[in-house]
């Protein structure tokens, strides 16, 4: 079992930005990566940003040179900086971590918001 809190989100105006943090607990040994999705009003949940165990990342086209995403692995954290923000950049932002060992599994935070004001 994995535990992930998320914390860092509120409200900011357009330009300026913000940094996330995911702290996750449990048994870590199988996770093989963790990163960010969001979801905005009315939309789907949309990955925002992934990392590897490895550190290798992916990110969403929309959000390519203005996040970045990182981890400290002493503390088992992830973190995504959102720089130049963008009023569609607002949505729940939700950490996930998938565990690959017999089967896959995903464990996911219960969100934290991002509003992001014209």
């Known amino acids: 079992q994995v535990q992930l809190v998320e914390s860092g989100g509120g409200l900011v105006q357009a330009g300026g930005s913000l940094r996330l943090s995911c702290a996750a607990s449990g048994t870590m040994s199988s996770i093989k990566a963790m990163g960010w999705y969001r979801q905005a009003p009315g939309k789907q949940r949309e990955m925002v940003a992934i990392?590897?165990?490895?550190?290798?990342?992916n990110y969403v086209d929309s959000v390519k040179g203005r996040f970045t995403i990182s981890r400290d692995n002493s503390k088992n954290t992830v973190y995504i900086q959102m720089n130049s923000l963008k009023p569609e950049d607002t949505a729940v932002y939700y950490c996930?971590?998938?565990?690959?060992?017999?089967?896959?599994?995903?464990?996911w935070g219960k969100g934290t918001l991002v509003t992001v004001s014209s």
């Open positions: 996930n971590a998938l565990e690959i060992s017999m089967t896959r599994r995903d464990y």
């Open positions: 990392i590897t165990t490895g550190g290798n990342t």
